[in-house]
Each structure stands twice: as structure tokens, then as C-alpha cells.
């Protein structure tokens, strides 16, 4: 068991890749990584808490950051 599977709140610091390029955040037990891009439909791309955030799959936030829309 992780840190992140068992805590009761969002938590400031729980991106999916610390560091890194995703701003995705942290699939746990109780968020898991079962919902589709809202762009591309890709299966299993983001958590509840992505989605709550009006994010997207790191490949389309890649594309359109580099104007490839």
C-alpha cells in the first residue's frame, strides 16, 4: 500500500509522475485511473480528480502545447 491509497483528502503534493512533465494526478484505490480523455476518448486516462480539474491525457496537453490541434 502507497502513501496515496489511503488518505482521506486530495492532498496538495499527489501528481502521478513528482517532477515530471504529467500534471496528471496519483490513481488510487479510491481514484482510480478509469476515465476516458475528454479529447481523444482514450480509455483509462484519467482519476476522478483529473477529470475535476478540466484536465486532459498527457499525449493531447503534449499535442497542444506544441499547436499540433
Request: hydrophobic residues 20%.
Amino acid at each position: 500500500m502507497s502513501y496515496y491509497d489511503d488518505r482521506p483528502d486530495w492532498g496538495d503534493c499527489d501528481f502521478a509522475d513528482p517532477g515530471g512533465r504529467s500534471a496528471l494526478r496519483a490513481a488510487t484505490k479510491r481514484d482510480p485511473r478509469n476515465l476516458p480523455c475528454p479529447n481523444c476518448r482514450a480509455p483509462n486516462r484519467l482519476t476522478r480528480r483529473d477529470r475535476s480539474l478540466g484536465y486532459q491525457c498527457d499525449s493531447c496537453a503534449d499535442r497542444a502545447e506544441r499547436g499540433g490541434w
